[in-house]
């Protein structure tokens, strides 16, 4: 069987969006339970409602509802139906479903949910017209700032805030309807950004400026190697060994600093990557501490420049700063390789997703910081 990772997350992934956690199974269970009671208890013995539950977001309410109903009952389930382009509108709506016989019946609508109520209202204008005994509504979940219609509501499980829920049957463009809980969406505040492209092509330059602009932490996961050789910590001098060879990491290992680095900065606004992921394993593995944490990374933008004026860069640079691996041409060149043999692939992985921004990275520092804001600025 497979495991449905998000039936027991504080946070899913529906879709392009995240949901929170918001009403647990045992609060809802317990709002179904009094609605049954008292309506039971309005009802009498005497009399079997006909409950009509209305699809599809009722089902499971409706489900749990008439066995936690003290009494007997009957329930039918109805569907709204909207057939396009055949009025001036453009739509016309119909009930479908209900067969039973509800002449002189007490009929109670069942709902999941009511917001503005424009539904609800059609629904309940063509049951006005039945010649029923007694007309009900019922509904699990309502949002009283929303609510725009005149109906009355006879009995309701949970008043919420206008915020757009999914679980316990409701969807969210067809997924999360068997959520046992509630959750409700997330807004996405925070801005993650991969900046990317090979050694030299202006990754820090442009990290720094676009850091201080949109208040990101920014994390070069090479400058922490360095820091850490620096002090001469294990994790130093493990990551030295591949670096003076102008060889990757481990993945183990730098997924692991990259998210200590992360979790150093529970309160950032975002982050700005650089130089990490830089293989599709580290890919898999950030979106999924992203998920996890509610968030995602919007875009990578890889700064495009020709591999002839990258050899020229790095040279100056390591003249300047003394990185053994910017001082020798043929380890630059076998650096190049290694970005292209294991890196490139990173581009499929951001494009399939729709979130890769490539940019001449050739040309004045501030016009190709300008180009980044342009992208950035989408989010
Ligand atoms: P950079 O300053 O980004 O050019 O990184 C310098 C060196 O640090 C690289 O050549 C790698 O040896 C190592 N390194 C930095 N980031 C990563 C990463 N995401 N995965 C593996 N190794 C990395």
């Not at 969406?185 to 949109?214: C, D, S």
């Not at 919007?298 to 040279?315: C, K, Y």
């Amino acid at each position: 069987m497979l495991f449905n990772s998000n039936q027991m997350s504080e946070i899913v992934h529906l879709h392009d969006k995240h949901f929170e956690r918001f009403i647990s199974e045992s609060r809802i269970q317990k709002a179904v339970d009094q609605l049954a009671k008292s309506i039971y208890e309005d009802i009498g013995s005497d009399e079997i409602p006909l409950f009509v539950g209305i699809l599809n977001g009722s089902f499971i309410f409706a489900a749990d509802f008439v066995r936690a109903y003290p009494g007997d009952s009957e329930i039918s389930f109805i569907k709204l139906a909207s057939y396009a382009g055949m009025d001036s509108t453009g739509k016309v709506k119909q009930l479908l479903g209900l067969s039973e016989d509800i002449k002189d019946r007490t009929v109670i609508i069942l709902e999941d949910i009511i917001d503005t109520g424009n539904t609800l209202s059609k629904i309940y204008d063509t049951f006005e017209k039945l010649p029923v005994k007694e007309l009900k509504l019922a509904t699990l979940f309502f949002k009283p700032d929303v609510f725009t219609k005149a109906l009355h509501i006879d009995y309701i499980g949970i008043s919420i805030p206008d915020k757009f829920i999914v679980g316990y049957g409701l969807d969210y463009d067809g997924l999360g309807r068997n959520l046992k809980d509630i959750y409700q969406i997330k807004e996405n505040i925070m801005k993650n950004i991969v900046i990317f492209g090979p050694p030299g092509a202006g990754k820090g330059t442009q990290a720094a400026r676009l850091k201080e602009h949109y208040q990101l932490v920014h994390i070069s996961t090479g400058d922490v190697f360095r820091a850490n050789i620096k002090e001469k910590t294990d994790l130093g001098m493990l990551a030295k060994h591949y670096i003076d060879k102008g060889d990757l990491v481990p993945d183990e290992v730098t997924i692991d600093m990259l998210k200590a680095e992360v979790e150093k900065n529970p309160e950032a606004k975002g982050f700005l990557f650089d130089g990490f992921p830089r293989t599709e394993k580290q890919a898999l593995a950030l979106d999924a501490f992203l998920q996890a944490k509610g968030t995602m990374i919007n875009a990578m933008i890889a700064l495009e420049v020709p591999e002839d004026e990258l050899v020229r860069r790095l040279l100056e640079r390591g003249k300047i700063s003394g990185r053994t691996d910017d001082q020798d041409a043929s380890k630059i060149r076998y650096r190049f390789k290694e970005y292209e043999r294991k890196t490139a692939v990173l581009k499929d992985y951001y494009q399939k997703q729709g979130k890769y921004f490539g940019i001449n990275g050739l040309g004045d520092i501030s016009e190709i910081t300008q180009l980044l804001k342009e992208v950035i600025d989408q989010f």
